[in-house]
T-cell receptor, first 114, second 112 residues
Framework: KAGVTQTPRYLIKTRGQQVTLSCSPI?????VSWYQQTPGQGLQFLFE???????NKGNFPGRFSGRQFSNSRSEMNVSTLELGDSALYLC?????????????FGEGSRLTVL | KQEVTQIPAALSVPEGENLVLNCSFT??????LQWFRQDPGKGLTSLLL?????REQTSGRLNASLDKSSGRSTLYIAASQPGDSATYLC???????????FGTGTQLKVEL
């Protein structure tokens, strides 16, 4: 059974550009959440989608956005990139979409902003 | 606001030793607590999930306990091996949805 798949794994962008990251959850999982990991701030919650609806949102500026498709695949977008957006972006999926399910993470997309 | 702390930040032990990693959280109204392992440059691997109604969970050489009243969880690793070397993270789920609040992790090194 395939795990959570994130693409691309690595990417380099320059300030001011925008980026789109993709996440395919484990088959049958309907909840997808996104996290940012940096050495200084650790792991921080970005947002969560369940059945194509955003359920939760973390404390990030509006430049960070996401969406979920009918097949549960999700994308996140960061516009007007800043140096501080350099991070490992992790996607997690969960079967139940309720408050007790186990989260499974992908390998992440490492973004470098120059 | 939930805050999660992990002590120690780093730990180095000889192979074969039993060890305990600590996780503290400020809001005891959690739904569950999950322990993860992260290898350098990799994603997170789920180790154990403890629901709020449970006291402990076991998987192989790993045992995690949860004490909601004191805001603590521990991860016990028996007979440590070099392959256990990684960063261990705990995360608490508070409130609706799949929003996790993570600790800063304990970086474990098991030496031959």
């Amino acid at each position: 059974k395939a795990g959570v798949t994130q693409t691309p794994r690595y990417l380099i962008k320059t300030r001011g550009q925008q980026v789109t990251l993709s996440c395919s959850p484990i088959s049958g999982h309907r909840s997808v959440s996104w996290y940012q990991q940096t050495p200084g701030q650790g792991l921080q919650f970005l947002f969560e989608y369940f059945s194509e609806t955003q359920r939760n949102k973390g404390n990030f500026p509006g430049r960070f956005s996401g969406r979920q498709f009918s097949n549960s695949r999700s994308e996140m977008n960061v516009s007007t990139l800043e140096l501080g957006d350099s991070a490992l972006y992790l996607c997690a999926s969960s079967l139940q979409g309720v408050d007790t399910g186990e989260l499974f993470f992908g390998e992440g997309s490492r973004l470098t902003v120059l | 606001k939930q805050e999660v702390t992990q002590i120690p930040a780093a730990l180095s032990v000889p192979e074969g030793e039993n060890l305990v990693l600590n996780c503290s959280f400020t809001d005891s109204a959690i739904y569950n607590l999950q322990w993860f392992r992260q290898d350098p440059g990799k994603g997170l691997t789920s180790l154990l999930l403890i629901q709020s109604s449970q006291r402990e969970q076991t998987s192989g050489r790993l045992n995690a306990s949860l004490d909601k009243s004191s805001g603590r969880s521990t991860l016990y690793i028996a007979a440590s091996q070099p392959g256990d070397s990684a960063t261990y993270l705990c995360a608490a789920r508070t409130g609706g949805g799949n929003k996790l609040t993570f600790g800063t992790g304990t970086q474990l090194k098991v030496e031959l």
